[in-house]
């Protein structure tokens, strides 16, 4: 279980990789991919899936993260343009930053209705003890996750706002 938390680390430490250029692309989502992949494994061996059990999760579980990261990539560039808003010494669009606040909550509950949908489709095939097994692990995962991006927040980079400035929001819970 260690070596997930590592590799999740080393994921999120790789991220800056993928901003230096096409060629480290492939290293970065080859990484991911094995996190992936060591997640699932561990989840399927803690839950103990049957064969048909593990393929449907599989099944599940990909659409749904890549539903997931869709949505997120949608909330961090509403992030971005908030933060654009609100830069220090320059007057901010009253109706631009409105509408960035109510995308934001519109983004947040579309998350949320994604966990409900999964957790409907979790339920057809896993026991409810299995789901909670996955509730638990995803959970965990994403502590690890925070605790590592916030370490790297607090290193200082030229033309990013103060950790102070962008609130952390509670992770989703399903």
């Avoid at 060591?38 to 989840?43: D, K």
Wanted: aromatic share 6%.
């Amino acid at each position: 279980m260690r070596k997930i938390w590592w590799l999740a680390g080393l994921v999120i430490v790789a991220a800056p990789l993928a901003a230096q250029g096409p060629p480290d692309r492939p290293q970065v989502e080859r990484l991911r991919q094995q996190v992936m992949q060591r997640f699932l494994e561990a989840y399927r061996t803690q839950a103990g899936l049957t064969p048909e059990q593990d393929r449907r999760f599989r099944e599940v579980f990909h659409r749904s993260m890549e539903q997931r990261q869709a949505l997120q990539q949608r909330e961090q560039a509403l992030w971005r343009a908030l933060e654009q808003q609100m830069r220090p010494g320059i007057a901010a669009n009253p109706d631009s930053v409105t509408k960035l606040l109510d995308s934001l909550i519109a983004q947040r509950a579309a998350l949320v209705e994604q966990a409900r949908i999964e957790q409907r489709e979790y339920r057809q095939f896993l026991s409810p003890v299995q789901v909670a097994q996955l509730v638990l692990m995803v959970e965990r995962f994403q502590q690890q996750i925070q605790q590592i991006m916030r370490r790297r927040m607090e290193m200082p980079m030229p033309g990013r706002m103060m950790r102070d400035t962008m609130p952390m929001l509670p992770p989703l819970r399903f």
